[in-house]
């Protein structure tokens, strides 16, 4: 009697024995690629660490030395400085700059308020770890540099809404939203970036001085309702305030 569509049993074990020693390199494959990124992760906050310690300009032996590792370890998770120096950017922006801003825009604050926060939030991650951030500037590129501009459109971007919205619920147009964000975070972001390098202020005038130029540019939009065509209808002097003595 034929027997079809009923496979033999050994047919079967031997097709699943085959299927089985065909998923064993992916597992292990897998597991390294797993085991990997671990790493990497582990390498790269031993270096974060590293630089607080050693400052902007250590080098990979440095680097090795202090993570307690052999620089022949750093490179076979890392292709080159400039590798280890972008993974270290990336995790700076994810696991301290990106959480801080996000924690102030999304604070229950009033507007002026949650501008000074969110300045504050970028100037004071920023001054609390300045050799970090020196190092990978300094040092980072192609990707890196990517990571950094990816983080600021993300902050420009939920910025962008929470204005948007903000400016909607009080009737006034809105259409501005997008480039006033952009214009903001990347002022904020260019003036920290030179007050780190030089430190001519102390970092509550950078903050103070940052807000004004922010907060100002925010009341001048409300005043005329956000509209391009009301700023331009209307003449901009530049006057003293109305209590100013002689």
């Known amino acids: 009697m034929a027997n079809d569509g009923v496979k033999d049993p050994e047919q079967v074990t031997e097709s699943m024995t085959k299927q089985d ?9 897998r597991r390294w690629r797993e085991h990997k990124i671990a790493r990497r992760e582990e390498l790269v906050d031993g270096t974060i660490a590293a630089i607080r310690l050693r400052g902007r300009d250590i080098g990979m032996d440095e680097i090795a030395s202090e993570i307690g590792v052999s620089k022949t370890v750093l490179y076979r998770y890392f292709a080159d400085k400039s590798d280890l120096t972008n993974a270290t950017m990336a995790r700076y922006v994810e696991t301290t700059l990106a959480p801080r801003i996000y924690e102030a825009i999304g604070g229950d604050l009033d507007d002026f308020e949650l501008t000074r926060a969110t300045i504050t939030a970028y100037v004071e991650t920023v001054a609390s770890d300045p050799d970090v951030y020196l190092y990978i500037m300094a040092n980072g590129s192609g990707p890196g540099r990517e990571t950094v501009a990816d983080s600021e459109r993300m902050i420009a971007e939920v910025l962008s809404t929470v204005l948007g919205e903000r400016l909607r619920q009080m ?6 939203a997008v480039p006033w964000a952009y214009g903001i975070v990347g002022g904020v972001q260019l003036a920290t970036h030179w007050w780190i390098s030089n430190r001519s202020m102390s970092v509550e005038d950078l903050i103070n001085y940052l807000t004004m130029m922010t907060w100002g540019g925010v009341t001048g939009i409300a005043a005329v309702n956000g509209s391009p065509a009301r700023f331009n209808a209307i003449p901009h002097p530049l006057l003293p305030p109305a209590d100013a003595t002689e």
């Open 171 to 176: 009737e006034m147009d809105s259409g501005g």
């Open 21 to 29: 020693k065909a998923a064993k390199p992916d597992g292990r494959k």
